[in-house]
C-alpha cells in the first residue's frame, strides 16, 4: 500500500519544520560545541530579511536577471549539446574531428573560463550566459551520445525496410529513443548551470541573486547571504522539478515497471481478468484501474 498523497505532504511539512527547529535552537542557544552556530543568524533572522527583501524591487530585479541568464544559457546549451550528442554518436568522421577537443574541454570547470569569458565578450552579460552554457553544455553531450548509442540496431534496419531515410530514422528512432537518456543529461545540466551562474555573477556580474549574496557577504549582512541562499535552492529545485516533469510527460510512451518510493517495485499486471462464475468484468478491472492511478500518483507525487 501506498502513503496517501496528504499524508506524504504532511511528512515532508513535518521534516522541514523539525529541520527550521532545530536551526533555531542552535542558532539560538549559540551552540559552540565543535561548529560554532553562534556565528549564524537564527532563523527568525533570514525570515525577517527575506519579508523585508520582498518588498523591495531589487530582489525581484535580481530574481528576473538570474532566471533571464540560466534560461537563456540552458536553452543553448540543450539545443547545442543534443545536436552535437547526435552528431558524434552517429557519425565516425564527426566523432574524429570533435571528440579529441570536446574531450580535453570537458573537464575544464566551467567557473575557470570566467577570465576567458571577460576577455572574450564586450559585455560580462553574454560572458556570464556563456558560463552557464558551457556548464549544462557537456552534461547533456555526454547523456545524448551515450543514449543513442545504446538504442537497438533492430529499430533501424525496420525503419529501413520500410523505405525510410536518414531524417525518417533520426525522427521516429533516434531522437524518441534517446529521450530518457537526454533529460537525464538536462537535469543534471541545470543543476551544475546554477551553480556556475551563481559563481560567475559574484566574480563578474552587476546584478543576479548570485551577485548580491556576495554584497551581503563583504558588508557583513550574514541574514541577507542565507536569504540568497535560500533563494538559489527554491529556483535550483522549481527548474529541476519542471525539467523532470517535463521529461515524463515527453516519454510517456516509455514501458515502466510500477515504481512506488521506498524502494519497492511492482510488476504491471493485465488489466483484465478472466470471468470466473458469471462475475461483471468491471469488478475485476477496477482494482487494477485503482492500482494504476496509484504508481502515476506515486510517480508524479515524489517530484513535487
Known amino acids: 500500500m501506498t502513503r496517501r498523497p496528504l499524508t506524504r505532504y504532511a511528512l515532508r511539512t513535518a521534516s522541514l519544520a523539525a529541520f527550521l527547529g532545530l536551526w533555531q535552537l542552535l542558532t539560538g542557544l549559540k551552540v559552540d560545541l565543535w561548529l560554532r552556530f553562534s556565528q549564524f543568524p537564527t532563523a527568525t533572522d533570514v525570515a525577517r530579511a527575506f519579508a523585508g527583501r520582498l518588498s523591495g524591487d531589487d530582489y525581484w530585479t535580481d530574481l528576473a536577471d538570474s532566471l533571464t541568464r540560466i534560461l537563456t544559457g540552458f536553452a543553448l546549451a540543450a539545443v547545442l549539446g543534443v545536436a552535437t550528442g547526435v552528431l558524434v554518436a552517429r557519425s ?52 545524448t551520445r551515450h543514449a543513442v548509442r545504446a538504442l537497438t540496431p533492430v529499430w533501424e534496419e525496420a525503419v529501413r525496410t520500410m523505405g525510410g531515410g536518414r531524417l ?68 535550483g529545485w522549481v527548474t529541476s522539478t519542471a525539467v523532470e516533469l517535463l521529461g515524463r510527460r515527453l516519454t510517456r510512451w516509455l514501458p515502466r515497471t510500477s515504481y512506488v518510493p521506498g524502494g519497492r517495485t511492482r510488476a ?16 475485476h478491472a477496477q482494482p487494477e484501474q485503482q492500482d ?13
Not at 110 to 120: M, N, R, S, Y
Not at 121 to 139: L, R, W
Not at 181 to 190: A, E, K, Q, R, Y
Open 268 to 283: 504491471a499486471r493485465p488489466a483484465v481478468v478472466p470471468v470466473r462464475g458469471g462475475r461483471d468484468p468491471e469488478q
Open 168 to 235: 525518417r530514422i533520426l525522427a521516429s528512432v533516434v531522437l524518441p529513443g534517446a529521450l530518457p537518456g537526454i533529460f537525464g543529461g538536462l537535469s543534471v545540466g541545470i543543476g551544475v548551470s546554477w551553480i556556475c551562474v551563481i559563481s560567475a555573477e559574484m566574480i563578474s556580474g552587476q546584478y543576479g541573486v548570485g551577485y548580491r549574496t556576495w554584497q551581503d557577504y563583504t558588508v557583513v549582512n550574514y541574514p541577507g547571504v542565507f536569504v540568497g541562499m535560500v533563494t538559489i535552492g527554491v529556483l
Open 92 to 143: 565516425r568522421l564527426a566523432e574524429d574531428l570533435l571528440g579529441p577537443v570536446l574531450e580535453v574541454i570537458r573537464p575544464i570547470p566551467a567557473i575557470a573560463l570566467v577570465p576567458v569569458a571577460i576577455l572574450l565578450f564586450p559585455s560580462n552579460e553574454q560572458g556570464i550566459v556563456f558560463i552557464t552554457c558551457t556548464a549544462a553544455y557537456f552534461p547533456v553531450l555526454v547523456s
Open 292 to 304: 494504476h492511478q496509484d504508481t502515476e500518483e506515486a510517480r508524479d507525487d515524489h517530484l513535487v
